[in-house]
């Protein structure tokens, strides 16, 4: 193989990689009147400072599996800086009494079972398990 030939399978292969990788959306329950949220609405949320949707229902939030990128991604997007971090945030809420127990940290698949099961459910997933599932993608201002 010439020096060409294998630079140029690298950049094909580099190219269908970069292709291939999935984007994190977040998506809610079909019944969820929401149809987005502001990068800042979003913080809220994942910080247990808004607890209800516009309609009263409870928030029930569930989080992307840890060290995966759909959590990399959120963690950056509510500005929290690690998984520790938003771990020790929940520990302070149960405390205060705020919220009673952590999210679930569950892996696309399961986050979109999760969402579909709760009408109040918000979760971080890659856009491919999201298109197969009964869910709603939504918009994020910002993100």
Do not use: H
């Not at 997007?77 to 009494?97: D, T």
Request: net charge positive; charged share 25%.
């Amino acid at each position: 193989m010439t020096a060409k030939t294998f630079i140029s399978a690298i950049c094909v292969a580099l190219l269908v990689a970069s292709s291939a990788v999935a984007e994190a959306v977040v998506i809610v329950n079909k019944a969820n009147p929401v149809k987005g949220v502001s990068l800042k609405d979003l913080g809220k949320l994942y910080k247990g400072k808004r607890r209800r949707w516009i309609d009263g229902t409870p928030v029930k939030l569930v989080l992307p599996q840890s060290g995966s990128s759909e959590m990399a991604k959120l963690l950056s997007a509510i500005g929290i800086k690690s998984e520790e971090a938003l771990s020790r945030l929940y520990l302070k809420l149960i405390y205060q009494q705020k919220i009673q127990s952590e999210p679930s940290k569950l892996d696309a698949s399961s986050a979109v079972k999760a969402v579909m099961a709760d009408k109040g459910a918000i979760a971080v997933v890659d856009d491919s398990a999201a298109s197969g599932g009964d869910v709603r993608v939504i918009k994020v201002d910002g993100l």
